[in-house]
């Protein structure tokens, strides 16, 4: 079964600062790889997703995430952090393996914090 | 006009009872789904339908019964409410069943058995 590791409950940044929140995926198929925010008190916000093709993957808001295979992750970042940022971030994994259907396999959500 | 909406938003209830939490999207998806969101916030795939067929039914107690009258509704049933129930259940929808699709979210129904 395929399985995603964040690395970091929280993460503290300040306004301005480089983000980067780790994800580590387990997968013996070629993955697809998902990234999505949830802001308080809401659902859940696709930021982008890596499917096939160019490995660096560029989503809504100015976050980014690369693919790298021989590392098994797929970390997001951005270049200079906003407060509008500070919400829930979860890394998931499809996995299809058995049916060939959708079940996307979160990890356990890293908290971005930003400070002013 | 939120895309997928689920009601209620909030409910509280006594152990025992039995609930429905409603879901509706108006993307024409063919796929829906129900996942769980515990106090933990660890996100977990309860049901997954497509074309108001069942195709994907993990390991849930068989009090939840999900029921799908047409593509765009997928409703989910609990009875005898427990206290581990309590949670958060999101309904989300996709245009296919693939593994390579988008999910979009509705905002949650916050479930707290008492």
């Known amino acids: 079964a395929q399985s995603v590791t964040q690395l970091g409950s929280h993460v503290s940044v300040s306004e301005g600062a480089l983000v980067l929140l780790r994800c580590n995926y387990s997968?013996?198929?070629?993955?697809?790889l998902f990234w999505y925010v949830q802001y308080p008190n809401q659902g859940l916000q696709l930021l982008l997703k890596?499917?096939?093709?160019?490995?660096l993957v560029k989503g809504i808001n100015g976050f980014e995430a690369e693919f790298k295979k021989s590392e098994t992750s797929f970390h997001l970042t951005k270049p200079s952090a906003h407060m509008s940022d500070a919400a829930e971030y979860f890394c998931?994994?499809?996995?299809?393996?058995?049916?060939?259907?959708?079940?996307?396999?979160f990890g356990t959500g890293t908290r971005l914090l930003v400070s002013p | 006009d939120t895309a997928v909406s689920q009601t209620p938003k909030y409910l509280v209830t006594q152990m025992g009872n039995d609930k429905s939490i409603k879901c509706e999207q108006n993307l024409g998806h063919d796929t829906m789904y129900w996942y769980k969101q515990d106090s933990k916030k660890f996100l977990k795939i309860m049901f997954s339908?497509?074309?108001?067929?069942?195709?994907i039914n993990e390991t849930v107690p068989n009090r939840f019964s999900p029921k799908s009258p047409d593509k765009a509704h997928l409703n989910l049933h609990i009875n005898s409410l427990e206290l581990g129930d309590s949670a958060v259940y999101f309904c989300?929808?996709?245009?296919?069943?693939?593994?390579?699709?988008?999910?979009?979210f509705g905002q949650g129904t916050r479930l707290t058995v008492v």
């Open positions: 890596y499917t096939t093709g160019a490995t």
């Open positions: 997968s013996s198929v070629p993955p697809y």
């Open positions: 339908y497509n074309n108001k067929e069942l195709i």
């Open positions: 989300a929808s996709s245009q296919g069943p693939g593994a390579n699709t988008e999910a979009f």
């Open positions: 998931a994994v499809s996995d299809a393996m058995n049916t060939g259907f959708q079940k996307l396999v």
